[in-house]
């Protein structure tokens, strides 16, 4: 997913406001409604090079963007305080802890589990249990071999 970043403003915070997008969890003044100012610069989501609405970009009405500038899709009543990548997709009604990070990494979610003893032969933890507990070790398959 593409992403752009545009300096704020007065029709940026306009459209941010409408769409009840919140840019701070506690406003303590109603015309103070984003912590984001005039010249801020914020980045969004593009989806096939194409900036359209703000509900085209999946973030819904009634959510918050705590610190970041960095805009993501999210679900409505969610809010995050934490800098999450722009392609991060967060659902409804969650609550991002301030400090929390996206690995690069995307585990597969073709497979019975995306827990990494589907792909990785290094845990040692998950080697010690079998050969503990029935004696015996699993090889990895590789992900491509295993449907041919």
Not at 35 to 62: C, H, M, V, W
Not at 118 to 129: L, V
């Amino acid at each position: 997913m593409e992403k752009i970043t545009l300096k704020c403003n007065k029709n940026i915070l306009n459209l941010l406001k409408q769409y009840n997008i919140y840019t701070k969890t506690y406003i303590e003044n109603p015309r103070r409604f984003s912590r984001l100012k005039t010249k801020d610069f914020i980045t969004i989501p593009l989806e096939n090079n194409q900036l359209e609405s703000a509900a085209g970009l999946g973030i819904e009405e009634y959510c918050a963007f705590k610190f970041s500038n960095i805009l993501h899709e999210m679900g409505s009543f969610s809010f995050s305080g934490s800098f999450l990548p722009h392609y991060a997709k967060v659902g409804r009604y969650c609550s991002i802890a301030d400090g929390v990070s996206m690995f690069n990494f995307q585990h597969p979610i073709d497979r019975i589990s995306t827990a990494s003893f589907t792909y990785e032969t290094n845990h040692s933890f998950i080697n010690d249990t079998c050969q503990n507990h029935i004696n015996k070790t699993f090889p990895i398959v590789n992900h491509i071999q295993a449907h041919q």
